[in-house]
């Protein structure tokens, strides 16, 4: 049937700060949704209060409303907009938990609002275990013998009814929150407390662990005709009892034979039809028997794009998000197109002829002390994709896309030996036993040993160990002996250039000669959906070693725009709203964009952002074949974090063109000493420092500046390893932390001003003029860090003295330094004194804050000039003319309950959310304003 022509406006709902286990995956699906209904002619309305995010930005929705995410802002939107339908899937759990508390209040039903692409019945159903268990037994669906229980009470009779081992899983929450295996009586008091606390309703799940168990996810889309396709089977790597967004995922499905893969399809579509007649996305979660059987048994459905959802849409080429929406205002799949093909129907679920691997990306060492153990409630903060012909590829990719200082999946000489250290991690599994299951197999532990400790599946166990097998085989050749077939096969298995000059003595470029002499050489291969049964129409690729290439190069002028990598705590989804507004930019000044990136959560990886698209890893082997394929004018680093900033010594060296600010501005920024010498040379204040290079120097240099002092490495991001010590064993226990992890890093020591006033400026500099996009007051003292700390914006009680201090060294600052774009530079104010703190000559994370406060696409602006297309004076800037816009950071300290939760130097926060007052006296500010001058007394 045709859309329904009676939806004429549409609210969506976002899914606010990013936290962990409800991330920047919401922000690319509900980009998605919103592109896609305005491609409809209907008129798209936004709820969500990050900042952050492209998804608020005026590009995606014409009515963007930067408010928290309560009934109120709901009220306050329908007063000001008419709005015809919601649509509540696009934003995770907090979306669909505000949809169901607006119906319940009957605030739909006032405004006369329709909810599309899902029933609340339907969230009810799946959010209520009791409900979801009595439905599935009704429907002849398998599931995990369980209970539910309201009251501790109760969860003690149920506890010894089902018996140990056993999980806990609250009801209505996200990421996994106080869900927990409990595996003696014991500990099962205080998990069923703490679940029961965290669950909205007091409602949890009681339920026998099906402890090694495979788990298995599959993505479906269904129409008003009732038509269903599955789009995608996911696998998880690690068996039942680590939550799905902290195991390494592959896709399709590698171990299910097809009779049980027939089997669980029918389950899914059965179960989705069950909980309702909406059409719209779906997600369903399973476990199978790890034997010849392979029973299955439904662990949940969520009927609302998940995480997977965008997972999926990557590593298929279908655009989940896109059609979920167009489904919901009355399309039927047989009536849209195929967005890959452009000819063919999108009434088809698509064929796969390579492996896709998501690998997830902690944050531990930004807390001390957490619980490292993975398990049933999500602690990883970000994800990495790779694509491949085979597993062993795609793994490969996927480990080098991460930026743990890792070359790959082993040969990089990391790896550890001692025995016991290994067995302990393959039975405690944490972010590192992808790498101690290759260790354990190249120390020689028998592969049954190791399955049946971590009961992964044997076929995943032998893909390793084929590797392990081709690397000992590699250690007999050098750099002269080896074969084409044999660097044919080290190249088809995913190994970087790095690894290969690690097993055969040599240099990464001495290897990087050789497969090009001997004609091993990266071709590109497009996504397509259909197996290249049809021709595909959108430029969308990875890289693999075969023999044709599918990626032609153009006679148009290009720019290449290098992403930001995996979401981290420092790195978020700021730089990937940075990096969408160059794409687009780049495409308005009439160059050919091509997106770099390996984050499948993110907008800048949408197929249709970028005029090309390489879903890579960002990491040199990648990038300089990119590069040399398609000749570039020069690659853009600057917005893509300190991911992109890295690689811009060696694309200089390898005389690649840095568009925008050159190699030696941004190097005499991050070398904190290089940088203390340019302000002194401009009569610029800054605290007393110096550099040291080992533990004993430091000694010496603090007997001259005295403590407190601030102690940081070059080039780091998010305040990694900074800290404030206070005397000498301090400092020298610090220094030695550093240097232990960062060898051979330059580390700055800079006399710490007690009790100051933190602020910062952003401004964009053409290397002839500078214009200040924003100045930002810090409600926490210097000492936090910037992105822990409330901003607000304009100042709110710094004295004209003082913004003429920063106005001028801002300028002073950014010509210096011969900036050609961004820039951020932060300040301490201490007796009406502005010292520099440092300067940043890129994007930075509150750029996107400030240009939603302003309603200004800086991005935009600064990408121009970076081109040459334009200089500051061509832009007509408006300032904003009343009130306050507060920067609130969020943090996630309920995923690690037993860590240090005091702010410092080093960031901690996960997302932040915007706040506008009208004036001073609001009561909020009135309340964090007060917390900072407490804090100044003491």
């Not at 969230?123 to 439905?135: A, G, H, V, Y």
């Not at 390579?354 to 997830?360: A, D, G, S």
Request: proline share 4%; glycine share 6%; net charge negative.
């Amino acid at each position: 049937m045709p859309k329904d022509s009676s939806i004429k406006s549409v609210l969506i709902i976002g899914s606010g700060p990013i936290v962990i286990g409800q991330a920047c995956e919401f922000d690319y699906s509900g980009s998605q949704a919103a592109r896609s209904l305005k491609e409809e002619g209907i008129e798209v309305s936004l709820l969500n209060s990050n900042p952050a995010t492209i998804m608020t930005d005026p590009v995606i929705a014409e009515n963007v409303y930067l408010l928290p995410l309560t009934t109120d802002s709901l009220i306050k939107i329908l007063d000001e907009v008419h709005i015809d339908a919601v649509l509540p899937t696009m934003g995770g759990q907090t979306a669909l938990n505000l949809c169901i508390e607006a119906d319940d209040k009957g605030i739909w039903k006032k405004y006369g609002v329709r909810i599309i692409g899902v029933e609340i019945d339907a969230i009810e159903i799946t959010e209520d275990r009791n409900k979801f268990r009595n439905l599935m037994n009704e429907i002849g669906i398998g599931v995990a013998p369980s209970k539910v229980a309201n009251s501790f009470l109760q969860g003690k009779e149920d506890a010894q009814e089902i018996g140990f081992p056993l999980v806990i899983r609250p009801s209505y929450t996200l990421g996994g929150s106080g869900a927990a295996f409990v595996h003696k009586q014991e500990d099962f008091d205080k998990l069923l407390t703490r679940g029961l606390h965290i669950s909205p309703i007091h409602e949890v799940l009681i339920e026998k662990a099906v402890l090694g168990w495979k788990e298995f996810e599959l993505e479906l889309l269904r129409d008003d005709n009732d038509n269903v396709i599955i789009i995608c089977s996911i696998e998880n790597l690690d068996p039942m009892g680590i939550h799905t967004g902290d195991s390494i995922t592959i896709a399709p499905a590698m171990t299910l034979s097809d009779t049980t893969y027939q089997r669980m399809r029918t389950m899914a579509i059965k179960m989705m039809r069950a909980i309702g007649e909406f059409a719209g996305g779906c997600n369903v979660q399973f476990a199978v028997s790890p034997d010849e059987k392979e029973d299955i048994i439904a662990i949940e459905i969520n009927p609302r794009v998940s995480r997977s959802s965008a997972l999926a849409s990557k590593a298929t080429g279908y655009p989940i998000a896109k059609i979920s929406s167009k489904l919901a205002i009355g399309y039927t799949l047989d009536e849209l197109d195929n967005q890959i093909t452009k000819t063919t129907s999108a009434f088809f679920e698509p064929t796969l002829d390579y492996v896709v691997v998501k690998i997830p990306r902690w944050n531990f060492d930004k807390f001390e002390g957490p619980n490292k153990e993975l398990g049933l409630q999500m602690k990883s903060v970000g994800e990495v994709m790779a694509i491949g012909r085979t597993f062993q590829e795609a793994l490969q990719k996927a480990c080098q896309s991460l930026e743990i200082n890792r070359n790959g999946l082993g040969a990089d000489g990391k790896e550890i030996r001692n025995q016991l250290e290994i067995l302990d991690s393959l039975e405690h599994p944490s972010w590192n036993r992808l790498f101690h299951l290759y260790d354990a197999m190249k120390l020689g532990i028998p592969l049954n040993t190791i399955q049946k400790i971590t009961r992964i599946d044997k076929w995943f166990l032998h893909q390793i160990e084929e590797m392990i097998v081709l690397e000992n085989e590699l250690a007999k050749f050098n750099v002269d002996t080896i074969t084409k077939e044999l660097m044919f096969e080290a190249k088809q298995s995913g190994l970087a250039d790095r690894q290969i000059a690690h097993l055969i003595g040599a240099l990464e470029s001495e290897v990087f000669s050789k497969r090009n002499a001997l004609g091993v050489n990266r071709v590109f291969k497009l996504v397509d959906t259909c197996a290249a049964e049809f021709e595909a129409q959108t430029p969308y690729y990875y890289s693999t070693f075969e023999g044709e290439n599918e990626s032609i190069r153009s006679d148009k002028k290009k720019v290449i725009v290098l992403g930001s990598g995996p979401n981290r705590i420092g790195q978020g989804i700021e730089f990937d709203y940075c990096c969408v507004h160059g794409v687009l930019a780049a495409k308005e000044c009439g160059y050919e964009a091509i997106m770099i990136n390996c984050n499948p959560e993110t907008v800048s990886t949408d197929f249709d952002i970028a005029d090309k698209l390489y879903f890579e890893p960002v990491f040199w082997e990648h990038i300089y074949d990119i590069i040399l394929h398609e000749q570039p004018e020069g690659v853009i680093v600057q917005l893509g974090g300190q991911t992109a900033l890295k690689l811009a010594e060696k694309l200089t060296k390898y005389g690649i063109k840095i568009i925008g600010t050159s190699y030696e501005a941004l190097d005499v920024a991050e070398d904190r000493g290089r940088f203390s010498d340019l302000l002194k040379e401009n009569n610029v204040p800054y605290p007393e420092y110096g550099v040291v290079q080992d533990a004993e120097q430091s000694l010496e240099l603090a007997a001259d500046l005295g403590f407190p002092l601030l102690v940081r490495p070059s080039y780091v991001l998010g305040g990694q390893n900074m800290k404030i010590v206070i005397n000498m064993e301090e400092l020298e226990r610090h220094v030695v932390n550093i240097l232990r992890k960062m060898p051979g890093n330059k580390i700055l020591l800079d006399h710490f001003l007690e009790d100051a006033i933190e602020a910062e400026a952003d401004a964009i500099c053409d290397g002839e003029d500078v214009y200040i996009i924003g100045i930002m007051e810090h409600i926490e003292p210097a000492g936090i860090h910037s992105g822990d700390s409330y901003a607000v914006l304009p100042p709110f009680d710094l004295s004209e003295t003082v913004m003429d201090q920063i106005r001028t060294y801002t300028r002073k600052i950014a010509l210096a330094l011969n900036t050609v774009g961004l820039i951020n530079i932060q300040f301490a104010i201490k007796d009406e004194v502005v010292y520099i703190i440092e300067a940043n000559p890129r994007a930075s994370r509150t750029v996107p804050f400030i240009g939603k406060a302003y309603k200004e696409p800086y991005v935009n602006y600064a990408t121009r000039i970076m081109l040459g297309q334009n200089k500051l004076k061509d832009f007509e800037f408006k300032p904003m003319t009343k009130g306050y816009a507060i920067k609130i950071p969020v943090f996630s300290f309920d995923k690690f309950p037993d860590v240090n939760k005091e702010l410092g130097p080093e960031m901690k926060s996960t997302g932040e959310s915007i706040y506008f007052i009208d004036n001073l006296e609001d009561e909020f500010f009135r309340k964090i304003y007060s917390e900072r001058n407490l804090y100044l007394s003491k």
